[in-house]
């Protein structure tokens, strides 16, 4: 059980990230907020080489294209859902997110030369299907800043699609520091000068918020990555759908919102849409 359990827990990170997001998004820009979230995992990751020197393993790569691209890709997906919540209640913003097995399929082909079953592509549809249900209401609703928050909800999960499509193309590489380091590094390129020339001083408590956005960034990654040495990814996927527990319960407890039948009713569609697009995509080839 060790593996479901670190999944659980990782999931649950990223759920209060995308929470303290959400709440940071109300007051701060987020070029702001994006960096200093990159400049304190930065600060943690060197902070812990200085202590214990070699931790996260080395930082040289000979795929240097293939980081590149994942943290541009990383940048996007973080850029695109914080504008997302600005708009939107998290289990909403996590509906649109479950689709990103979707999309992880489309991209495989074409990244990684692997073929997918008629089959799995027919699930695919049934998924949308469950988003265009649950999303139904503030899309006919006609409301400005849900439309726009879908938009950037989708755009993240493409990006974290990708991401997760160029992470089996490194799974030969091993170590956090990589992972952590180079899509900072390239964060922090990004957003400096927008950054600071869109800085708002934060008092003392927004502050801590941005700070702790990093650190949960980094423990979360290592938590899922711990999840993945005890277990392996069929068994674990099922459990990545924990996160819309976890968002419904932050939109309760901090905006005191509870999503309405439809976007439940969606994201069962979606998650069985998943569930069974992965397994046909799983099946040898001829099998039906």
């Given at each position: 059980m060790a593996?479901?359990?670190?999944?659980?827990?990782?999931?649950?990170?990223?759920?209060?990230?995308?929470?303290?997001?959400?709440?940071?998004?109300?007051?701060?820009?987020?070029?702001?907020?994006?960096?200093?979230?990159?400049?304190?995992?930065?600060?943690?990751?060197?902070?812990?080489?200085?202590?214990?020197?070699?931790w996260g393993g080395v930082l040289s790569t000979r795929r240097k294209r293939t980081h590149l691209a994942r943290a541009l890709a990383m940048l996007g997906s973080a850029g695109c859902f914080f504008m997302a919540f600005r708009a939107l209640p998290l289990s909403e913003g996590y509906l649109v997110f479950f689709t990103s097995p979707f999309f992880i399929l489309a991209f495989s082909p074409w990244l990684t030369g692997e073929t997918v079953p008629r089959a799995a592509w027919g699930w695919?549809?049934?998924?949308?299907?469950?988003?265009?249900?649950?999303?139904?209401?503030?899309?006919?609703?006609?409301?400005?800043?849900?439309?726009?928050?879908?938009?950037?909800?989708?755009?993240?999960?493409?990006?974290?699609?990708?991401?997760?499509?160029?992470?089996?193309?490194?799974?030969?590489?091993?170590?956090?520091?990589?992972?952590?380091?180079?899509?900072?590094?390239?964060?922090?390129?990004?957003?400096?000068?927008?950054?600071?020339?869109?800085?708002?001083?934060?008092?003392?408590?927004?502050?801590?918020?941005?700070?702790?956005n990093g650190v949960i960034v980094g423990v979360a990654t290592a938590v899922l990555a711990e999840a993945f040495r005890h277990a392996d990814a069929a068994r674990l996927a099922p459990f990545g759908y924990s996160g819309l527990v976890w968002s419904v319960g932050f939109d309760l407890a901090i905006w005191g919102y509870l999503p309405g039948w439809p976007t439940v009713a969606g994201a069962a569609v979606v998650?069985?849409?998943?569930?069974?697009s992965e397994r046909a995509a799983q099946k040898p080839a001829g099998k039906s």
């Open positions: 593996g479901p359990v670190y999944m659980l827990l990782g999931i649950g990170l990223f759920g209060l990230l995308d929470a303290i997001s959400k709440t940071l998004a109300e007051g701060y820009v987020v070029w702001q907020v994006l960096l200093v979230r990159f400049v304190t995992i930065l600060a943690v990751v060197f902070a812990l080489r200085a202590v214990r020197p070699g695919v549809a049934v998924g949308f299907a469950g988003v265009a249900m649950g999303l139904a209401p503030g899309l006919l609703g006609g409301a400005a800043g849900g439309i726009e928050g879908y938009a950037w909800a989708f755009a993240g999960t493409i990006c974290y699609a990708l991401v997760f499509v160029l992470n089996r193309s490194l799974r030969s590489e091993v170590g956090l520091a990589r992972v952590l380091v180079w899509p900072a590094v390239l964060g922090v390129a990004v957003m400096l000068v927008p950054g600071l020339v869109n800085w708002r001083t934060p008092d003392a408590a927004a502050l801590a918020l941005m700070v702790a998650v069985l849409a998943c569930v069974m």
